[in-house]
């Protein structure tokens, strides 16, 4: 994440109040993230449904990676975790931390960032599947969406590659 606008004395405030995402409450994250969207550059990468079935989690978590770095190939980056091989066939200036939600501000940013997105996704999903609870398991198998693949089948956003059709059997 990068710097937009905004005082230093508001980017300093924001850095000490980041965190692990997490281990902060929702209503927290809200909050933070209205303050990272006013003061950071930042892009959404996807895994679509469609790529983790006929790809495999793999691809998509590549294809994700991709579309969330591609405006910052410039920039030095920084992710959480350990770094995908292919990055560095690519000689990007790549640097990863594990567990670096709860290390580096900028990934905890992103880190918030990404749950509140996703979050709102889900809420999307929802409405427009709400027998699976989306917005409350936000895509998890909690045993109330378990039993409601169970009642209902699946649906197209839900990953038919993941061995949830054990979860579908009654």
Sequence with gaps: ???????????????????????????KRLELYDIIKGVATWQIGIGLVGEINEFGLA??????????????LNCRLIIDGRKPKWLDQHGLNCMAVIKGDS????????????????DALME??????????????????????????????????????YDLKKYAQK
Aim: charged share 25%; proline share 3%; aromatic share 10%.
């Design 1 to 27: 994440m990068y710097a937009r606008y905004g005082s230093t004395s508001v980017i300093k405030k924001l850095i000490a109040k980041l965190v692990d995402s997490k281990s902060i409450s929702h209503k």
């Design 103 to 118: 290390k580096v501000p900028a990934i905890s940013a992103a880190s918030i960032v990404a749950k509140i997105e996703r």
């Design 124 to 161: 999307q999903l929802a409405k427009q599947h709400p027998e699976y609870l989306f917005q409350e398991n936000k895509g998890y198998g909690t045993s109330a969406h378990i039993l409601a693949i169970r009642e209902h089948g699946f649906c197209t956003q839900h990953r038919t590659s």
């Design 59 to 72: 691809y998509a978590y590549r294809k994700a990676i991709e579309r969330a770095i591609e405006p910052f």
